[in-house]
């Protein structure tokens, strides 16, 4: 074998497999040109999930025939002026490459017009560029790219379907509009109004795409030093949180990323005050000299190296932390348990009084899950625990949350009330789905769901379906949905299908559907679930723990968490010294 050249086609494709990966990219590029060069409005139109073709286009400042030929070129920019900037890259686009990769496996058509000029258009087809040509045009620049992959047609088999590719973009898109509140964005998906975002403030625009609920919600961050690194944003509280990792928002110096520093930062901030298997949503802005970060690390630019990255970590967890104490007091999910940051936590032992059941709204699942409470004997303290009930016999309630029970050898069992229920869900429900599908119970009144995932829901209506969440599109961004699962009871739909919509992403098409139905069930018996706060009586607690006995996997809920701890003789002298 000898080397060598690659043909500059050949060249350009295999580029473009690092820049251009799917229709998101594409439109993440061509949006972060327009912001560089100064647009204050930018319109993106996809047909086909922008696999047939995406069009955007700007009022920046334009570009005359010169600089439009050259644009089309590898590694030819305007955001370098000299080599010594590449360690303080302040634009979001740098590298020259956008454009000949997209150019290079699709049919790219630009038309640019300065503000004091003529408007020009030029066309690249498969890497083969034509001749710049007059045309006309409004100042600003209209990017156009169509048929993508068509040049690389095994590329274009690894794609999701259109409406899965459309859902990514209008990600991109979102983080995008996030970064820059200033800038108008309006989105037009096959003929549809997806998107409409006038200029606004950094506050308005969180609300604008994170919803009101999550501002409403939300904790005010600040920390760093002027100068030196400043932060800010909003991050929501402990109850407040889903499934996946999907809606932490992460700025730095007005780029979108997903940096894992910044995300495991976001981890150990939130460790000890929320649950396992949850995560956090936030908007975070993080601004700092840009010889103090490295974007060039990451083809699509979306992970940093920052040269003291010790002192970046810790800023964004201790402005969390201030946050989460001082803004919330006591951190605690609606009517649960709390755990104050002043001093080491007290526990109270009582019998629980009986729970006040609500007529309005949404319920909770009903407790016991389809099996009899069993009566109270007349004497339980003094009655023998029966050797055939390993987790014993319920004694009180502790923190509204766990459940404190007597083993039959006198051990102490202490049962977490939310994990527990959730496993007897997921196991019924799994038992349902074996024996056909699971039953679904008709809402009286369909429920309109307004989500940014909604597509994904849609596409996936028929597993879901078999899964008793009868649901279908109801315009751009939401669902409508018609039946719930009959053992989830009457939750709020709006949660569920927010957890599920993201499970169903982060899973992806690929993914064997027994994985994707067991992933829905595990977050359809989550939901379905009694929640921390609620108060049992005895015969619940006891029926709960009958119910845990029979159930196979007991021992750990559906994220793979204890359902229970056993404290022996052997445990109990350990903790107290006596061993």
């Not at 040109?33 to 069009?55: C, K, P, T």
Request: charged share 20%; aromatic share 4%; glycine share 10%.
């Amino acid at each position: 074998m000898v080397i060598r050249r690659l043909p500059e086609t050949t060249a350009n494709r295999i580029a473009a497999g690092e820049v251009v990966e799917r229709p998101a990219a594409v439109v993440k590029e061509l949006v972060e040109n327009a912001l560089d060069a100064g647009a204050r409005q930018i319109r993106v139109s996809l047909e086909q999930g922008g696999i047939g073709r995406v069009l955007v286009e700007d009022d920046g400042c334009g570009m005359g025939p010169e600089d439009l030929a050259l644009s089309v070129e590898r590694h030819a920019t305007s955001k370098l002026p000299e080599e010594a900037m590449l360690f303080a890259i302040g634009t979001l686009g740098f590298r020259g490459e956008a454009l000949p990769s997209i150019g290079a496996v699709a049919r790219l058509a630009i038309t640019s017009r300065p503000r004091e000029g003529a408007a020009h258009r030029i066309t690249v087809e498969g890497g083969r560029v034509s001749a710049v040509a007059p045309a006309s045009g409004a100042p600003g620049t209209r990017v156009e790219v169509n048929d993508l992959f068509f040049a690389t047609p095994a590329r274009r088999k690894f794609l999701r379907t259109p409406r899965g590719e459309g859902e990514a973009a209008m990600d991109a898109l979102r983080r995008l509009a996030l970064a820059w509140p200033e800038v108008g964005f309006e989105a037009v998906l096959d003929g549809r109004g997806v998107l409409s975002l006038p200029p606004a403030t950094r506050d308005a625009r969180i609300r604008d795409l994170l919803g009101e609920d999550f501002a409403a919600a939300a904790l005010p961050i600040s920390g760093g030093a002027p100068g030196v690194l400043e932060l800010s944003g909003l991050a929501g509280g402990p109850a407040y949180t889903r499934a996946t990792a999907m809606e932490q928002h992460l700025v730095v110096n007005r780029r979108p990323v997903r940096d894992p520093l910044l995300r495991a930062a976001l981890r150990v901030a939130y460790r000890e005050v929320m649950a396992p298997g949850r995560h956090p949503v936030a908007a975070i802005f993080l601004d700092l000299p840009a010889s103090e970060v490295d974007v060039n690390v990451h083809p699509m630019k979306t992970e940093l190296r920052f040269r003291d990255a010790a002192g970046v970590r810790g800023a964004v967890i201790s402005a969390l932390r201030r946050a989460l104490g001082h803004g919330v007091g006591q951190v605690a999910g609606p009517s649960g348990p709390t755990l104050g940051y002043a001093g080491p936590a007290r526990l109270s032992f009582s019998a629980p009084p009986r729970p006040a059941y609500s007529s309005g709204g949404f319920a909770e699942a009903p407790l016991p899950l389809a099996f009899p409470a069993p009566a109270p004997a007349a004497a339980p303290q003094a009655a023998p625990v029966p050797a055939e009930h390993p987790l014993g016999r319920a004694l009180a309630q502790v923190l509204q949350t766990y459940i404190l029970a007597e083993a039959p050898d006198g051990a102490l069992i202490l049962v977490d009330q939310h994990a527990a229920h959730e496993r007897l869900t997921h196991e019924r429900l799994s038992e349902e789905m074996r024996a056909g599908s699971v039953r679904a119970q008709p809402l009286l009144i369909p429920a309109v769901v307004e989500l940014p995932g909604a597509a994904v829901l849609a596409e996936a209506a028929p597993e879901l379906a078999r899964l008793g969440l009868e649901l279908e599109g109801f315009g751009p961004g939401a669902v409508i949905v018609r039946a719930l699962p009959a053992l989830l009871g009457a939750p709020d739909p709006a949660p569920l299908l927010r957890d599920l919509a993201e499970e169903l992403t982060e899973s992806g098409e690929g993914t064997a559907l027994a994985l994707r139905l067991d992933a829905a069930i595990a977050r359809l018996a989550c939901h379905g679930s009694i929640r921390a706060g609620r108060r049992l009586t005895p015969a619940e607690m006891d029926a709960l723990l009958r119910a845990m006995e029979r159930t196979p996997r007991a021992a750990t809920c559906s994220h793979g968490r204890p359902t229970y701890l056993r404290l022996g003789a052997s445990e109990f002298a350990r903790l107290f010294g006596r061993s």
